[in-house]
């Protein structure tokens, strides 16, 4: 079966750091795009970031400067470093993967066409 499996959630305080990490199962990377989205109790899902299979990315605004998103294609694993996270970044956080034909198709904005996901890692960043 094709899966996403993740890791790297936890607790932080405020201006710390984590880093998730998306393995792939099933499938290499070099064909796949990957996005990251989030999703914080009573809201609704959000993007992220994302990775085109070529190592194209792409960032929300209100991550930029602060998230950095990198693969390992030798691991078949894709990163997420969160940095000067803030309590508004706590959430449960997903990477999700398609197929892409596309050398620059980077999906954090819609997520209608991603059919393999991820179990969610949750994040609690504390003052």
């Known amino acids: 079966q094709l899966q996403l499996v993740q890791s790297g959630g936890g607790f932080v305080q405020s201006g710390g750091s984590l880093r998730l990490s998306c393995a792939a199962s099933?499938?290499?990377?070099?064909?796949?795009?990957i996005g990251w989205f989030r999703q914080a109790p009573g809201k609704e899902r959000e993007g992220v970031s994302c990775i085109s299979k070529s190592g194209f990315t792409n960032f929300a605004d209100f991550v930029k400067g602060r998230f950095t998103i990198s693969k390992d294609d030798a691991k078949t694993t894709v990163y997420l470093q969160m940095n000067s996270l803030s309590p508004e970044d706590t959430a449960v956080y997903f990477c999700?993967?398609?197929?892409?034909?596309?050398?620059?198709?980077?999906?954090?904005?819609?997520?209608?066409?991603?059919?393999?996901w991820g179990q969610g890692a949750l994040v609690t960043v504390s003052l």
């Open positions: 099933g499938f290499t990377l070099d064909g796949y795009a």
């Open positions: 999700a993967a398609r197929t892409s034909s596309s050398r620059y198709y980077c999906p954090f904005t819609d997520s209608s066409t991603l059919d393999i």
